[in-house]
């Protein structure tokens, strides 16, 4: 048993017994003290104890609210341009599209040496009534047969017959236009000329005539210049009727029409 030292103070004594008791086993009761006249100090505070271990993380709070979008702010300025890439490879060819409509026809071409007319040898022909123009061979053009700077060529041949030794002329006539090839002649041979009808460059209404020299008897007789070209005015838009005529200058002239071809 272990020693236990019990201090005992007796309330009306002067002075205090301390009383040493050893292997004590029972309990002793000692006497109530008085109650003190004052009350203790406080005691000074304690230290801090030590801080404790820190506790696990909570979960992550829920995602507030979103803000109120500020203001746009001003357009930067534009960057410089970037460099220029390689061309790229050229695409497929892409599917013909639809045909369109066919356009207007064109102006009618240049004529060719086509031969529009040919009228071979007739009977002959008396110069009656006299200083007449008569008939020998004619030819309607159609109308737009002749397009602007188109030329026709006219070749003839007939044949001033015995006994007409006084004033054989023949004639070349475009519509009511006549232009004189051999006037007042009495030789009495085959006579013939070419000539060149033409619409003047752009125009259907304008045009020139060149007779080239003309020949009867056994020569060629050659025309002045002033005389183998000259001018009508005939509109090959409508039909033209162009004839040779030839004219007597008395009762027994006559032409035998021979040759006639018109390109």
Not at 71 to 91: C, N, R, Y
């Amino acid at each position: 048993m272990s020693q236990d030292i019990i201090k005992v103070i007796l309330p009306s004594s002067p002075s205090v017994t301390k009383v040493n008791i050893t292997n004590l086993t029972s309990t002793l009761i000692g006497f109530t003290g008085a109650t003190g006249s004052s009350t203790g100090g406080i005691g000074s505070i304690g230290a801090t104890g030590a801080s404790g271990l820190t506790g696990t993380t909570g979960p992550i709070g829920a995602t507030g609210a979103s803000g109120l979008q500020g203001t746009t702010g001003p357009i930067g300025a534009t960057g410089a341009s970037g460099l220029q890439g390689t061309t790229g490879p050229i695409g497929a060819t892409g599917a013909s599209g639809l045909q369109g409509t066919t356009g207007p026809i064109g102006a009618t071409g240049a004529s060719g040496l086509t031969t529009l007319n040919h009228q071979k040898q007739a009977s002959l022909v008396t110069m009656s009534p006299i200083n007449t123009d008569i008939t020998l061979f004619t030819y309607t053009l159609p109308a737009n047969t002749l397009p602007a700077g188109g030329c026709l060529h006219i070749l003839w041949l007939a044949t001033h017959n015995p006994f007409s030794s006084s004033g054989g002329t023949i004639k070349i006539w475009f519509g009511s236009t006549s232009y004189t090839i051999i006037s007042n002649s009495g030789d009495n041979s085959s006579w013939s000329s070419e000539c060149h009808w033409c619409n003047d460059p752009g125009v259907t209404n304008s045009q020139q005539l060149l007779n080239s020299p003309w020949s009867y008897g056994n020569g060629i007789n050659l025309i002045a210049p002033g005389s183998r070209l000259t001018t009508t005015t005939i509109d090959t838009t409508a039909p033209v009727i162009i004839k040779l005529t030839g004219s007597g200058s008395n009762a027994a002239a006559s032409f035998t029409p021979q040759y006639w071809e018109i390109r």
